[in-house]
């Protein structure tokens, strides 16, 4: 008898060093990407003030390191979310020192700033499930499979599906929801003409 394993649940440290104004915004579009990743947030660890800061002098990122070099089974994380490199480390010598302390952890990064962004204007209907969007960050058209709070899970014919935040799209119009019906329909064999 053959037992089907599956993976653990990523556990995963959100990192923020910002000021007063953005705390809210950062950290709820790092929780919205981690939940729509299906990861459990193990901590939000937030620093307030400028990122020349050394840091071992930043308490939320002490916090955050901690975190990052226990094992999961005791409450530690595997991986860190953030907003960016810079926001953690400054100088080149604080990203070497980064990426040795998630190398020796056997953890990872996921930083939102790594793929280019365009901003959407927020005054806008709400997306549906089954809507036609197109996420900016990709310029690719895709269809809603699922919405969890400001995350978008969007699929395409072909590809695995994948998250974007609802400020990174914007409604379809006619003509883009049109050619993704007809990418489906080429994709499954049928044709558009009419054979009587």
């Given at each position: 008898?053959?037992?089907?394993?599956?993976?653990?649940?990523?556990?995963?440290?959100?990192?923020?060093?910002?000021?007063d104004?953005?705390?809210?915004?950062?950290t709820?579009?790092?929780?919205?990407l981690?939940?729509?990743?299906?990861?459990?947030?193990?901590a939000?660890?937030?620093?307030?003030?400028?990122?020349?800061?050394?840091?071992r002098?930043r308490?939320?990122?002490?916090?955050?390191?901690?975190?990052?070099?226990?094992?999961?089974?005791?409450?530690?994380?595997?991986?860190?979310?953030?907003?960016?490199?810079?926001q953690?480390?400054?100088?080149?010598?604080?990203?070497?020192?980064?990426r040795?302390?998630?190398?020796?952890?056997?953890t990872?990064?996921?930083?939102?700033?790594?793929?280019?962004?365009?901003?959407?204007?927020?005054?806008?209907?709400?997306?549906?499930?089954?809507?036609?969007?197109?996420?900016?960050?990709?310029?690719?058209?895709?269809?809603?499979?699922?919405?969890n709070?400001?995350?978008?899970?969007?699929?395409?014919?072909?590809?695995?599906?994948?998250?974007?935040l609802?400020?990174?799209?914007?409604?379809?119009?006619?003509?883009?929801a049109?050619?993704l019906?007809?990418f489906?329909?080429?994709?499954?064999?049928?044709?558009?003409?009419n054979?009587?």
């Amino acid at each position: 008898m053959s037992t089907v394993q599956t993976s653990p649940r990523k556990r995963v440290v959100l990192y923020a060093n910002v000021a007063d104004g953005d705390q809210v915004q950062i950290t709820s579009e790092l929780a919205a990407l981690a939940a729509a990743r299906g990861w459990t947030i193990a901590a939000t660890c937030i620093d307030v003030g400028p990122t020349p800061l050394p840091l071992r002098q930043r308490p939320g990122w002490r916090e955050a390191a901690r975190l990052l070099a226990i094992d999961t089974a005791n409450g530690g994380a595997d991986s860190l979310m953030a907003r960016s490199a810079a926001q953690i480390a400054g100088t080149e010598r604080e990203r070497e020192e980064l990426r040795n302390q998630l190398d020796e952890a056997h953890t990872f990064a996921v930083f939102l700033d790594d793929e280019p962004r365009t901003p959407v204007p927020a005054a806008r209907e709400p997306f549906g499930v089954g809507a036609a969007v197109v996420d900016t960050t990709r310029s690719k058209v895709a269809k809603i499979l699922a919405i969890n709070g400001e995350c978008l899970v969007l699929s395409r014919p072909v590809g695995d599906p994948w998250d974007a935040l609802v400020n990174w799209c914007r409604p379809a119009t006619l003509g883009e929801a049109l050619s993704l019906t007809a990418f489906q329909k080429t994709e499954v064999g049928e044709t558009t003409e009419n054979h009587a």
